[in-house]
Nanobody
């Protein structure tokens, strides 16, 4: 099993920036896919961005050009969020997946408001 440490959420004004980080520890595999998903009340998780261990990235259409996912170590990823919009308000959850397991972090709240 893996454990998560997520950070970086908070209150931000429209047009502002935030950087989320997610670190996993425990029984992780360096060959993995990590990513950020978000959830708003009444909706299922939406994939925001993912990154593979080889650096291959994938983004939801509405964040392309505004958000950037990156990986610093096999167990540490970031989500740089720029030009944040009110519609980005959600709980952002880190997801880890390898050949043996998939796990979710507890989530960090991002609230966009003026």
């Amino acid at each position: 099993q893996v454990q998560f440490v997520e950070s970086g959420g908070g209150l931000v004004q429209p047009g502002g920036s935030l950087r989320l980080s997610c670190a996993v520890s425990g029984s992780f595999d360096s060959a993995n896919v990590m990513g950020w998903y978000r959830q708003t009340p009444g909706l299922q998780h939406e994939m925001v961005a993912t990154i593979s261990s080889s650096g291959l990235t994938n983004y939801m259409d509405s964040v392309k050009g505004r958000f950037t996912i990156s990986r610093d170590k096999p167990n540490l990823i970031y989500l740089q969020m720029n030009k944040i919009e009110p519609e980005d308000t959600a709980v952002y959850l880190c997801r880890y997946s390898d050949s043996r397991q998939t796990a979710w972090g507890p989530g960090t709240q991002v609230t966009v408001s003026s």
